[in-house]
């Protein structure tokens, strides 16, 4: 069992019953049952450990209601804005000339930038703690303040805990414990691990390889090593949002105009032969809308 999981499950267990220090301190895979990875798989983590903080009380149903209704309410404004704002733009990209792209930029950098923010509380806020709270898992530090990073590298240390956490112990840590590796190529490394986990998520959803999402985060390298010296200044912190209001929607137009280039819609659903007559030239959300009716009572 990785040392740096042994270290944290004693941290917590101190205080602790002595039958579950015992259970921790079993050398892998003793330590391992199946309870406890059938808990692990469906836990909000990515780090498996032989026990994990639970929460006491009841579960707490009205929480899990009032977090609902906010993902709701995240997803109403997500596609209100990608019927709007968005789908408009990206479905003239498919041959489109440098100047439309330029322009194309500059609609979507705000919608893209508000849309990514509903899914980040969708997905921190509600779909994780909705978890945690029906399987009572105390630890619940899915993000850090992010908001306030003053490097890049603080940013993607802040933002996404599970998969920060997962990166560090048994990549990074990994890496520099078992190899000669200096920390600078060792940060690269993982980095680059991280880099192909956020491709592969995109060229399954856009159905396209590309390898627009890896460049860019490599990319984002040198910025990371420049940020370094505006580190706890107002100048790493505006770079930090500049690089978050400009990357998303430079990325979204990259694999759109793949996707538009050999797709007319662009949702995965394919629409059948006859749904498009009758509605006209609605476009945007009300067009969205009625596509989705059809959809429901065929």
């Known amino acids: 069992m990785h040392a740096a999981t042994l270290h944290t499950s004693l941290q917590r267990l101190q205080g602790g019953s002595s039958r579950d220090q015992k259970r921790v301190l079993l050398a892998f895979p003793n330590n391992v049952r ?79 930038f508000l849309t990514w923010l509903m899914g980040f509380y969708q997905l921190f806020h509600v779909h994780l703690n909705v978890v945690a709270e029906l399987m009572r898992f105390a630890d619940r530090e899915f993000f850090g303040q992010w908001w306030s990073a003053t490097t890049l590298q603080m940013f993607w240390r802040r933002w996404n805990r599970p998969v920060s956490e997962l990166c560090l112990r048994h990549f990074y840590i990994e890496l520099t414990h078992f190899t000669s590796a200096s920390k600078e190529a060792a940060m690269v490394a993982t980095f680059s691990v991280s880099a192909i986990l956020h491709e592969v998520i995109f060229s399954v959803a856009f159905k396209t390889l590309r390898p627009y999402f890896f460049l860019g ?4 390298i040198p910025l990371i090593v420049m940020s370094r010296g505006m580190k706890g200044t107002k100048r790493g912190n505006l770079l930090m949002w500049l690089h978050l209001f400009f990357g998303f929607p430079a990325l979204m137009i990259l694999y759109s105009i793949d996707w538009y280039s050999k797709n007319d819609v662009f949702f995965c659903v394919p629409m059948r032969e006859g749904w498009d007559e009758g509605l006209g030239d609605k476009g945007g959300l009300e067009g969205a809308v009625e596509w989705g009716l059809a959809y429901l009572a065929s």
Do not use: H, N
Not at 41 to 58: D, H, I, M, N
Not at 71 to 87: R, S
Not at 217 to 220: C, H, N, R, V, Y
């Open 34 to 112: 199946f309870s406890q990875f059938a808990y692990f798989v469906f836990a909000p983590t990515l780090v498996y450990e032989p026990l994990y903080p639970r929460s006491k009380g009841p579960i707490r149903w009205l929480y899990i209601v009032r977090k609902l209704l906010e993902g709701g309410l995240c997803f109403v404004g997500q596609v209100f804005l990608m019927g709007q704002f968005i789908e408009p733009v990206l479905s003239k990209l498919g041959s489109a000339g440098p100047l439309t792209i330029a322009m194309a930029f500059g609609k979507l950098a705000i919608p893209v």
């Open 217 to 220: 985060m490599l990319g984002q």
